[in-house]
């Protein structure tokens, strides 16, 4: 078990990478785009289609391990009433599994609407980048999502010490 | 009534759209079914090019499409942006619904959903802070102009394309974000344009005509009893529905310009016969090209063309 | 109305379970666009509607052009914190306060306004101040209280004084302009320093052990701390000036969208720490993955939110307390009141954000039915927002302090906290009271363009 979690943590590098690229770009090209229309009057034609995609990039990236990270925003109003009847963890357990069950659905529906949007030849105005693309990367973003909150739920249940070290 | 439909909309909610088109949707169908059948308004349930899914799927039951916003999924609705026709809001919406019925429906891009109603605003003028009174002036601008063939058209005459959603065009002018922005005249009003773009170039038939759709959800006509289902088909669905919806474009495009003429420092500038000379020229070159493009989907393009113009022009 | 307060009830208590808001949200939400599209939750036509509604939300949302400000203004935070203008905030202020009865607390209470102006978080606000005045104010014999209490609360204006996550948020969900409520949000973040200022004095002059006066500053020391300063105004300036429409002149004519601002003001907090030696590849790398962990959860509680406020809308709620309004005739002033009194109920419990959108998508319709300006109302949200933030039990900006000091009881911060909470009440009313305070700026805005 220790040894696919070592690599799931390593293969998590790759995303996160990812996600800090495309935050940069945004940076940049927000930047360059200001630069370029009031000195040159020649604002980037495409900026506002590239702004989201690269929006939907940092957000799916990073997605799964911020749900299996505790990064999701919760109000942790009754940790001290859960930690005193020892029922934290059982609760975690509880929330994980139910959260990525969850998901099940939605992943399914942006998986359809993705193919629709491919069936009709849906593009970005400008660069013509069909935007099915996207939809596939957020249903692959979901399902990665669901999955691992799935198997967080499951390891805290059964095996909690293999995920005692940092992410 | 026995059946409520559910209406979802975008636009904001004093816009002509909300404020008049649904309640005229509203009226025809109480009328035609005795108001047995009636609907309801939803507002902001999904931004623009999300309405399609939506009733696709019965997350509503009837909805407003704008087809620039969806670009490569419609074609053969470019055939109606072209600039050249001449005719009020109503007359374009009429020749349109007739030419979808026996031309444009053929290429089905609409599968899917029932389309009840196909209608266009009426000529988009471009609205700048500076004045504009010559074509030539248009090259190099900075406006906001949707896809399709307003972007063809931008394109052709030099301006840089701005790409912002309706609602926020007021604070995209008012930042000067955008030069200028090709709207419809109702936008003058609907959007606040008077306060940030005094100033009208305006070509006779416009720079282009932006097309639109009332889209219903498939099964919920099914659902509906066999004789509202005749009647709303009879009365309402169809040429009625888009000739009124039409007629409100022509109603709130006057009170375009009506606010534009009280509005201290706003003009409106008339093209001069040479650079409508000049723009016909520009407009022959992009009808060439999307008609082409409108024949690749295996309408009969030319035909459907002429058709609204015969149209159009025998009112 | 009443599937709508079911499911309000429910989610409030999957919330309270923990589980995250996202989850709770969008699991009520679904099922009940179900039950409002096919009369039960279980109806197959009800239930696909409401999937492809998730679906669609899931996908459009993450790619909402105006909500690419949020990454950017929170990037734009952490650049300036590796740029060490935390500390030159504080240092100035120090400078001009610090040897007052409380002056280093009221230092940091000014600093705290100061570092606002370039952070969009109130606990990002706090954390990093906590950090920066905390050991000084040790190391006078400032009591606990006196100053955990003013970071606490000085925290709290990151989400007033623009930029804020908070105003773009409820921009997003109210459809009104991020650059108003960004200038709306000026005036009343000015009146916070001063009325927190009168906290410490308050405070001091109770218990003048509270805050010892520290050294008295040269006036070429105050120069020169002052001369230290330039990044942060410059930052300041960018972006506010910028949306304001201060580069608004010959040949420059440069005014900034919000995400133009955003994008401008994180530009220019990283190359300013680069240029200061603040930066390597690898703290560049920790920054950019800091804002995107913080994005993806921030955006995937606005995708939750969303689809709540859809389910409340099929359910006519919002219409169906207009109805009750006006139908009791309730004077619109008594449905203000009666609505901040539920929001500093909630803020006990509540932190800023959840109550936002737990509550926006309900009163918003109700507020502007009455006549009331959405930018004003706004701010309002906010201000209470920011008043749950210091509000026992669950005080976040306090317990942030509680993490960063440490050796201090929650307790000790709430009861240093008491006399700011009743400044924040004092602030509000006067908000409420006299709403031009909000309205100026935004007004002399609109004035853009003629
Ligand atoms: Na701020
Ligand atoms: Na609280």
Known sequence: ?167 | ADYTLTISSWAPPTHGINAKMWPKFVEMVEEATDGQVTAELKLGIAPPPAQMDLIMDGAADASIIFHGYQPGRFVTTKLIELPGYEGSAEDASVAYWRAYDQHLKAADEHRGVKVIALHTHGPAQLHSSAPVTTLDEVSGLKVRIPGGVGGDVGAALGATGIQVPAPKVYETLASKAADGVVMPLESRKGFKLTEVAQNVYEMPGGLYRGSFAFIMNEDTFADLPPELQTALEENVFGEPLSREIGKIWDEIDATGREATEAAEGNAINAATDADMEKFSAIAEDIRGKVIAEVDATGVDAQAAYDMIKSEMSSN | MTAALIGFAIVLILVLVRLPIVFAMGLVGTLGFAYERGGSIFDERGLKAAMSMVGRQITDTAQDYGLSVVPLFILMGLFVNKGGMARELYAVSNAFLGHMRGGIAMATVAACGGFSAICGSSLATAATMSKVAMPQMRRYGYSDELSTASIAAGGTLGILIPPSVILVIYGLLTETSIGKLFMAGIIPGILGILFYLFAVRWTVWRNPEAGPAGERATWSERIRALGSVWAVLLLFFLVIGGLYGAFDFEPLNLTFSPTEAAGMGAAGAFLIALFRGGLTVGSTFEVLKETCFTASALFAVLIGAQIFSNFINLAGLPEALIAMVTAYDVAPFVVILMILGIYIILGCVFESLSMLLLTVPIFFPLVTSLGYDPIWFGIVVVVVTEISLITPPVGLNVFILKGVVGDVSTGTIFRGVTPFWVADIFRLALIVLVPIVVLYLPEQMGALGH
């Open chain 1, 1 to 167: 078990m220790t040894p696919i979690i070592q690599l799931v943590r390593r293969a998590s590098a790759l995303p996160v990478i990812v996600a800090c690229i495309a935050l940069f770009i945004l940076m940049a090209m927000t930047f360059c785009d200001v630069i370029l229309r009031s000195v040159f009057n020649a604002p980037i034609e495409a900026a506002t289609e590239l702004t989201r995609i690269l929006m939907a990039i940092l957000v799916f990236s990073v997605l799964p391990i911020v749900s299996t990270t505790n990064g999701h925003i919760a109000v942790d109003l009754t940790d001290g009433f859960f930690h005193r009847l020892h029922l934290s963890r059982a609760r975690d357990v509880v929330i994980y599994v139910v959260s990525g069950i969850m998901l099940f659905w939605p992943v399914q529906r942006v998986w359809v609407l993705a193919e629709r949007a491919r069936d009709y030849g849906d593009v970005t105005e400008y660069l013509s980048i069909p935007t099915y693309l996207i939809g596939w990367f957020i249903t692959l973003s979901v399902a990665i999502t669901a999955l691992v909150m799935i198997a967080t739920g499951l390891l805290k249940a059964f095996a909690p010490n293999t995920l005692s070290e940092p992410m």
